[in-house]
């Protein structure tokens, strides 16, 4: 039962104390008084009780004195840790407003590394995040004290108790309690999920491998969850931005570009062909009887042709090229430094792979195709295209699922106007 605090001059019961001890006081002055002017026993007897009444007065002194020390010393330590508490919410108010300025995951963790290494000196480190997949978390940032701390380089999210739960977890293999299975090394470690709008961003981590870590991380539970709680909301806008800035480059249904992403690439890729003094070919891609598909076998199937028509394209090309989706069924497909028999060649072994996904799709799946090249067949960037379009045309007329290539430029189209030149 806690007692009433000496230096509150309001309580109740710490008042009636303060009048009883006057009280006693006030005897003890008027029997030493009265002792002054009394004889033999009775000046004894007085003198006895003004001793005894000292005596208490001096051991409640005491008394009180102590309890006293001891509930400044209280008062002391509640006034730093409300300091140590202001200190660290403005730590997390500054890390807040710095995550506004984060672009990427690289910029949030620098600013969580900054943040815990001021609120958290002792502890290391680590940050992971889901990949684009969301199969598996990869380490993003990590800073530790201790060489023993060396954080995974992935982690999957069905060995980690934290993430399965949705709640934090420590890991204490000294104690024999439930490990994470990505657990490294003997030290201790609380991971901390990060959530926000109902979905898990990625994962923080601390670590400490003294001997009293157990409760070390039960102190900084919660500062670990501030922490995780500020991060959580800078990686969901991040994954926001992201989202929007694919989304206004790349068709949703099959992850290729657009065709506005489309046109400025091939735009740039020509340009830097006439400086370079390279080819750059377009292929026009239709499938063949595509509206027949969705009208026999559901729109669900030619959504589901479109998606492994262009993972073929993808699969089977440059990781420089650049696919696109026209338009409906039809797409385009940017090949730098790449001649018009080269790109000829890719077109064939691209049909072939476009015609092997019949079978596993139950339908006739085809496509035809038109190649153009600059500067082989087309003077840039407005001419390429129409010019792989009029050979697509021309392959749809010649009986579909074929490649027909662009007519070469004749000599005299390939001379150029003479250029100024300024001579010194």
């Given amino acids: 039962m806690q007692h009433e605090s000496i230096l509150s001059p309001n309580g109740t019961v710490t008042f ?23 004889e033999g026993t009775t000046a004894r007897s007085l003198a006895t009780v003004a001793a005894a009444c000292a005596l208490f007065t001096l051991f409640v002194g005491v008394l009180f004195g102590r309890r006293a020390v001891a509930e400044l010393g209280d008062h002391i330590r509640l006034i730093d840790e409300a300091r140590d508490a202001r200190s660290q919410v ?20 620098a600013v969580l590394m900054a943040t815990a ?64 299975m990505h657990q490294i090394g003997e030290g201790s470690t609380i991971e901390v999920p990060m959530m926000a709008r109902g979905q898990v961003f990625g994962l923080l981590l601390l670590a400490s491998d003294v001997d009293a870590a157990p409760v070390q991380l039960t102190d900084i539970r919660r500062t670990a969850q501030a922490l995780a709680d500020s991060m959580s909301l800078a990686l969901s806008n991040i994954a926001l931005r992201e989202k929007l800035r694919t989304q206004s480059l790349r068709d949703p249904l099959t992850g290729l570009y657009n065709r506005r992403y489309m046109e400025d690439a091939l735009e740039r890729y020509i340009s830097l062909a006439e400086r370079t003094g390279t080819a750059t070919s377009v292929l026009m891609v239709d499938l063949d009887n595509f509206k027949r598909i969705n009208d026999e076998f559901g729109h669900a199937k030619g959504d ?13 090309l440059r990781p420089s090229d650049v696919v696109a989706r026209y338009g409906g069924e039809e797409l385009v497909v940017i090949m730098p430094k790449c001649g018009l028999d080269n790109a000829a060649a890719k077109a064939e ?19 035809s195709f038109g190649v153009a090249t600059v500067p082989e067949t087309a003077t840039n960037a407005a001419d390429v295209v129409p010019g792989a379009d009029s050979a697509l045309y021309a392959a ?22 003479p250029r100024l030149a300024v001579t010194g």
């Fill in 90 to 109: 403005e730590e997390l108010f500054a890390m807040t407003d710095m995550l506004q300025a984060a672009e990427d995951h690289d910029d949030a963790g």
């Fill in 16 to 38: 009636a104390r303060r009048i009883a001890v006057h009280v006693i006081q006030a005897i003890c002055t008027v029997c030493a008084l009265a002792a002054m002017f009394a």
């Fill in 349 to 367: 072994i691209l049909r072939k792979r476009i015609e092997s996904l019949s079978e596993a799709h139950g339908a006739p799946i085809s496509a």
């Fill in 117 to 180: 290494q001021r609120l958290l000196p002792d502890f290391g480190g680590a940050l992971y995040v889901f990949n684009n997949s969301r199969d598996r978390l990869d380490l993003a940032k990590s800073w530790s004290r201790s060489p023993a701390f060396e954080p995974a380089g992935t982690l999957l999210p069905g060995n980690c108790w934290a993430l399965k739960r949705g709640k934090p977890h420590t890991n204490d293999p000294e104690s024999g309690g439930l490990c994470c």
């Fill in 396 to 417: 749809k007329q010649s009986g579909k699922n074929r490649v027909i290539l662009s007519e070469r430029r004749s000599k005299r189209d390939d001379k150029q106007a």
């Fill in 304 to 316: 589901a042709v479109l998606r492994d028509v262009a993972a073929q394209l993808v699969g089977t």
